[in-house]
């Protein structure tokens, strides 16, 4: 069964530091989804591509986070630099194009703590 | 803001009882999806509903869709340990999904 991979599972990292996580949706999926989740809550997006586009990213915090998904494949979410406040759960989730497309289906995530 | 209210935050039963979760808003949905999130791994889908009044089941457990596609509830018949998890509803329009804050299931043996 295809599943979304996410790399590193988990990352420590000392604040003003730089950290990346890396994604690869299920083969196929058009839509891919970048979320945070801290620890008691439900997932909160951060951005969201179409292809290579990105579609909505009105809550990823610019001054310090970017995501790229260059060729429409895998996608990468970067943090410069990273805050105490950043540490939480990172997944990644990809949906199919159409009929079907509101079915999210997540990664194991990367877990981020900031020291 | 589409917001998503799961009750209860927090459920603890033993094996065997039934038990109810809710998703409500005061937002319209066009589909709305239930996840269950294990300690330390991503959510895993349970099922979709996207017709007002929809009832579906999945061996024990029953989703039903409100009327009106604003509220939910999941229905687990003689909870097992393997039950276990956090519960999540997802309201999803345009494309565009929104997350409850999960209810937190655990079933003693």
Not at chain 1, 3 to 31: L, M, N
Not at chain 1, 67 to 78: C, I, P
Not at chain 2, 3 to 22: D, K, M, R
Not at chain 2, 45 to 68: H, I, M, P, S
């Amino acid at each position: 069964e295809a599943e979304v991979a996410q790399s590193p599972r988990y990352k420590i990292t000392e604040k003003s530091q730089a950290v990346a996580f890396w994604c690869d949706p299920i083969s196929g999926h058009a839509t891919l989804y970048w979320y945070r989740q801290i620890l008691g809550q439900g997932p909160e997006l951060l951005v969201q591509f179409q292809d290579e586009s990105v579609v909505d990213d009105s809550q990823l915090p610019k001054d310090r986070f970017s995501a790229e998904r260059l060729k429409g494949v895998d996608s990468t979410l970067k943090i410069q630099p990273a805050e105490l406040g950043d540490s939480a759960m990172y997944l990644c989730a990809s949906s199919r194009r159409g009929a079907g497309s509101h079915e999210q289906y997540f990664g194991p995530g990367t877990r981020l703590t900031v020291t | 803001t589409q917001l998503l209210e799961q009750s209860p935050q927090f459920l603890s039963i033993q094996e065997g009882e039934n038990l109810t979760v809710y998703c409500n808003s005061s937002s319209v949905f066009s589909s709305l999806q239930w996840y269950r999130q294990e300690p330390g791994e991503g959510p895993v889908l349970l099922v979709t509903v996207v017709t007002g009044g929809e009832v579906k089941k999945l061996k024990r457990l029953t989703f039903q869709f409100g009327d009106a596609r604003k509220d939910s509830s999941l229905h687990i018949t003689a909870a097992q340990p393997g039950d276990t998890g956090l519960y999540l509803c997802a309201g999803t329009n345009a494309g565009k999904s929104t997350f409850g804050d999960g209810t937190t299931l655990t079933v003693k043996p």
